[in-house]
């Protein structure tokens, strides 16, 4: 059963993009449920799927219940065993005849909550205090984030190659939609040309480095790294609690359907491959 879970994370991985994040969720969802089953002494052949059983799956979820998941939480490891059964159909190891069943639980999203344009204003000004090298950075980032709507995760992964000053656009190669090009207004330009003439050269140890952005030590720069910047400048600007990637993606979006930019342009630039996805953020215009 290792295996499968192995093969059905790269699968993921590869064919289906899911973010890092997701992966490591799933594959503990998984684990979760490989160690339920040997406890429930369920699991007689681990090698086998045909050991997960409707029975097995039902005291499963009862014993997901017990523990007090949060409803996402818990409507998440749902779709990690739902989603690995149907690959385990989809490459035969697993009949669809005989394949056990597992509800979904029902789960109330929240709806997104971006942040005021005054607010964003005032957490964008606090990196502009700063003239060194990782100052500079700072802007560069947080900017391009709120101007595009890009996923931190995206964001990281951006490598020089993807900024093109000519033509004022971005490479994009993240997210279940694959490459998008997302178009830059001149502001944003004018902030990446600084960064790249005056402080990526003074951040980066190596020619071969091929990050847009990079840390102290002249690496890419981490989602965790990138994490703990937000916050500073979040405490800093006093919005602690309030600012983070996603709430700058949410305020990206609200902010322009209400300066009148259409949906479908919007679920373009976010990279969501449903338009009901992007539909949420019309519910937060005024």
């Not at 964008?124 to 391009?144: C, F, H, Q, V, Y």
């Not at 209400?258 to 449903?274: F, I, K, R, W």
């Amino acid at each position: 059963m290792e295996a499968d879970i192995k093969s059905f994370l790269a699968y993921l991985e590869n064919e289906k993009k899911y973010s890092l994040n997701t992966l490591s969720a799933y594959k503990s969802d998984l684990e979760q449920l490989v160690a339920f089953s040997k406890s429930s002494n369920t699991l007689v052949n681990i090698d086998t799927s045909k050991s997960f059983s409707n029975e097995l799956l039902a005291q499963y979820l009862h014993n997901l219940k017990e523990k007090k998941y949060s409803q996402a939480t818990l409507a998440r490891k749902v779709a990690a065993a739902k989603t690995f059964l149907k690959y385990l159909i989809d490459i035969g190891k697993l009949s669809s005849e005989s394949a056990p069943k597992l509800a979904s639980p029902q789960v109330n999203k929240p709806l997104p909550k971006p942040l005021s344009v005054s607010d964003v204003r005032r957490f964008l000004a606090r990196p502009s205090k700063l003239d060194s090298a990782d100052g500079i950075r700072d802007k560069t980032m947080l900017e391009l984030l709120y101007a595009t709507g890009l996923r931190a995760s995206e964001l990281m992964a951006l490598n020089v190659v993807d900024v093109d000053i000519k033509n004022t656009q971005i490479r994009c190669r993240g997210g279940k939609v694959g490459q998008r090009i997302i178009p830059l207004d001149s502001l944003i330009v004018s902030i990446l040309i600084k960064y790249l003439n005056e402080a990526r050269p003074k951040l980066v140890n190596t020619d071969t480095e091929e990050a847009l952005f990079l840390n102290c030590r002249g690496e890419r720069l981490t989602r965790q790294g990138f994490w703990q910047i937000i916050q500073g400048y979040a405490d800093d600007a006093g919005l602690s609690g309030k600012v983070t990637p996603r709430s700058l993606r949410h305020s990206f979006a609200a902010h322009k359907l209400n300066s009148g930019v259409d949906l479908q342009s919007v679920q373009e630039l976010l990279g969501h491959t449903h338009i009901s996805t992007t539909k949420v953020y019309q519910e937060l215009r005024p």
